[in-house]
C-alpha cells in the first residue's frame, strides 16, 4: 500500500512577513518533493476542518472561542511576543489539524500503510488554554484523542523530535497513562521545560519521557538516546499507533539552535521510528510538520521522511555533518535510563 500524503496550498494564507513561521516553508517543501519525484508516488489525501468535538478533546472552548475572535478582525493579530494570527489563521489551523485526521484515517481503514501532513501553523507548543511558539492548535494531540475516540484505540505514543520542548502536548497528557510523551530537544532552549523530572502527574507519572541534550549534541549522541532511551520506551510501553512530531531544526544550520544533528543523522532517526511502527504497531505511524526554519534543511530533511516511508534507501546528505565539535550527552542518557528504569 502507499504512503497518505497531506499538505494543501490554503496553508499559505497564515503568513506574516519577516516571520520566520511562513508560507515559504511549505512552498520550499513543495518544490523538493516536486524536484525529487516523490509526489507521484504518494497518495495524496485532501483536509477536512477538524470539528469542534475533535478540538475540544485537548482544548479549552474558552481557547477556541479567542481564536474564532481573532478570526473575525480585519487584520494580523499578534499572540504574545512570537505568535500571530491572520484573519484566515483561525479557519486554516481547523484545516491543519482536521488534515491530519483524515491522514490517521487512511492508515487506519487500510488505505495507505503510513502517512505523513506538511501542514502549518504548527502545533506542538499549543497548551490547552493558549497559543503560543508559533502554535494555534496542538495538531498531534488533536490526532492522538480523535485516533482513540474514533477507532478504540488504547495506547497512543507521541514522539517529538523537534529541538524545542513541546509543552503544549506534554501539558495535555501529563495526566494521561494511555498516552506516552516522549521528546527530545535541546536544553537551555525556549520554551524552558522538558527537564528530566518532567515525568507525568497523578496517574500519568512515567509516561512522559523528556530527554533535553545539550547545545553541541550531534548525531552521535542523538543515535545514543534514541537506542538507550526513546525506543526502549517506545517498545515498552506497546502503543497501538505512533504520532511523530516532525521539526527539522535541530539541524546544524538551523539559526534558533545549537544542536549539531545532520540530515543523515536525521534519516537514520525517522528510520528508527518507522521500523519501531512495523515492530509494535502494524505500521501505523503519522509523521506531522512542527519546527524547522533553514529551508534547505526543511525541505532536503521533509524529502528524506518520505523516502524513509516508501520503503526507499537514504539519500545523501547535501549539507553534510556539522562542522563543529560535537558533545558527548552519555551520562545524561543513562541517568535518564535510570530514572524511567529502562535498564
Known sequence: MPTAFLTDSRFAAHTLPGHPEYAGRLTAVQGRLEADDLLDMLARVDP??????????????????????????????????????????????RLAAGGVLRVVDAVMQGNA???????????????????????????????????????????????????????????????????????????????GTGLIHEMGEGIGDGYTVNVPLPPGTGD??????????????????E???LLISAGFDAHWADPFANIRLSLAGLDRLVRLLIDMAADVCQDRIVFVLEGGYNLDVLSHGWAAVMRALLGQPSPDDPLGRSPGTERSAEELIERIRQLHKLT
Request: with cysteine; net charge negative; charged share 15%.
Open 239 to 241: 502503543p497501538e499507533f
Open 220 to 237: 552521535q549522541g542523538y543515535a545514543l538516546a534514541f537506542e538507550r532511551v526513546v525506543l526502549p520506551a517506545i517498545q515498552r510501553f
Open 113 to 191: 500503510d503510513n502517512g505523513a501532513a506538511a501542514i502549518r501553523p504548527p502545533g506542538h507548543h499549543a497548551t490547552p488554554h493558549k497559543a503560543m511558539g508559533f502554535c494555534l492548535m496542538n495538531n498531534v494531540a488533536v490526532a492522538a484523542r480523535y485516533v482513540q475516540r474514533t477507532y478504540g484505540i488504547g495506547r497512543v505514543a507521541i514522539m517529538d523530535f523537534d529541538v524545542h520542548h513541546g509543552n503544549g502536548t506534554q501539558d495535555i497528557f501529563v495526566a494521561d497513562p494511555s498516552v506516552l510523551y516522549v521528546s527530545t530537544h535541546q536544553s537551555p532552549l525556549y520554551p
Open 48 to 93: 477536512v476542518p477538524a470539528t469542534d468535538e475533535d478540538i475540544l478533546a485537548v482544548h479549552e472552548a474558552d481557547h477556541l472561542a479567542r481564536l474564532a475572535r481573532i478570526g473575525q478582525q480585519s487584520h494580523t493579530v499578534m499572540i504574545g511576543p512570537d505568535t500571530y494570527a491572520t484573519p484566515q489563521s483561525y479557519d486554516l489551523a
